[in-house]
């Protein structure tokens, strides 16, 4: 199969520090990687797409340097919520494709 | 530009009765269609997909979907429900010749599966 492993899956931060949330792909290498931000009860909102060893390319409306992600290699992305604020508070969502998308399990993030 | 509809934003059966849940979609090129599960605070699972071939896909769970070119549908289905199929089903089309796999979701449909 093709597994996503997705890191936390749940973190509390004080509102103004950083978090990071790493998305792998662990029995396969993905050359992209998406992620998604999703709100209470609502579909999925696409964020970014992150290509390996190139820049992230962001959906309008989402801002880059608050969320950068960074996608090192085959297997591995991360995206850092920066200076983060109770209205960052929601749960994300990557995935890596492998001719379709695989998703992970999700993050839930919330900020005091 | 493509777009996805997902008519019945929720769906409550009785345990062991049939369910379709309808999808319809917009595009003016191919796209293959795509069926997926979350349970509350999980991430998605894919139940199926239509790339090609047979409009009849079948999917994990006993699902199945009927691709319909004609009516731009992608209804998913199952003859049986149980009380574990409870949770929020995305339809997804993404664009055949679209090398970046980006989907379109639909807003989901909840299935309330009472005993």
């Known amino acids: 199969g093709a597994v996503v492993s997705q890191h936390p899956s749940w973190v509390i931060c004080k509102s103004g520090t950083s978090v990071k949330i790493e998305c792998r792909s662990l029995?396969?290498?993905?050359?992209?990687m998406f992620w998604y931000r999703q709100f209470p009860k609502q579909s999925l909102m696409l964020m970014a797409t992150?290509?390996?060893?190139?820049?992230?390319?962001?959906e309008q409306g989402v801002e880059k340097d608050k969320f950068l992600i960074n996608h090192a290699s085959l297997t591995l992305s991360t995206l850092t919520v920066t200076s983060a604020h109770p209205e960052d508070s929601s749960f994300y969502i990557c995935?890596?494709?492998?001719?379709?998308?695989?998703f992970g399990a999700g993050t839930r993030l919330s900020v005091l | 530009a493509q777009s996805v509809t997902q008519l019945d934003s929720q769906v409550p059966v009785f345990e062991e009765a049939p369910v379709e849940l309808r999808c319809n979609y917009s595009?003016?090129?191919?796209?293959?269609l795509f069926w997926y599960v979350q349970y509350p605070n999980q991430g998605l699972q894919l139940l199926l997909k239509?790339?090609?071939?047979?409009?009849l896909v079948k999917g994990i769970n006993g699902f199945e979907a009927e691709f319909n070119k004609s009516q731009t549908s992608f209804h998913l289905r199952k003859p049986s429900v149980h009380i574990s199929d409870t949770a929020e089903y995305f339809c997804?089309?993404?664009?055949?010749?679209?090398?970046?796999?980006?989907?379109?979701f639909g807003s989901g449909t909840r299935l309330l599966v009472r005993p």
């Open positions: 595009s003016s090129v191919s796209v293959y």
């Open positions: 239509y790339l090609s071939g047979s409009t």
């Open positions: 992150s290509n390996e060893g190139s820049k992230a390319t962001y």
């Open positions: 029995d396969f290498q993905a050359t992209t």
């Open positions: 995935s890596a494709t492998k001719n379709i998308q695989y």
């Open positions: 997804a089309v993404s664009v055949a010749a679209d090398s970046s796999y980006k989907l379109i």
